[in-house]
């Protein structure tokens, strides 16, 4: 079964940066669209950000300005840059991928593949 694979998690200080990495164990995604979704203990999961398989990019609103989505250049893969970090950003980071439309580009019911996630904290 097709996985998709996350890495570039950690501990960060507040106001630091990590950036986040997704890629396939197998096949394409590239007529996909691919996410990111976090879940903090004790949250249900929630949406982050999302590149559209046409290109267009939408984020959470907590994290507009702060955090970049972007593919690969063979739109097989997806990062996550995370800018100035809050204590409140820390979660477990899940990358998605999905035949997703655009107004349901947020929800995570429109995706059918999941990576296992990693850790992200940020803490002083």
């Known amino acids: 079964q097709v996985q998709l694979v996350e890495s570039g998690g950690g501990l960060v200080q507040p106001g630091g940066s990590l950036r986040l990495a997704c890629a396939p164990s197998?096949?394409?995604?590239?007529?996909?669209?691919m996410s990111w979704f976090r879940q903090a203990p004790g949250k249900e999961r929630e949406f982050v950000a999302a590149s559209s398989r046409t290109g267009y990019t939408y984020y959470a609103d907590s994290v507009k300005g702060r955090f970049t989505i972007s593919r690969g250049s063979d739109k097989n893969t997806v990062d996550l840059q995370m800018e100035t970090l809050i204590p409140e950003d820390t979660a477990v980071y899940y990358c998605?991928?999905?035949?997703?439309?655009?107004?349901?580009?947020?929800?995570?019911?429109?995706?059918?593949?999941w990576g296992q996630g990693t850790q992200v904290t940020v803490s002083s």
């Open positions: 197998e096949g394409t995604f590239r007529d996909y669209a």
């Open positions: 998605a991928a999905g035949r997703a439309i655009l107004s349901s580009i947020r929800s995570p019911d429109a995706y059918n593949y």
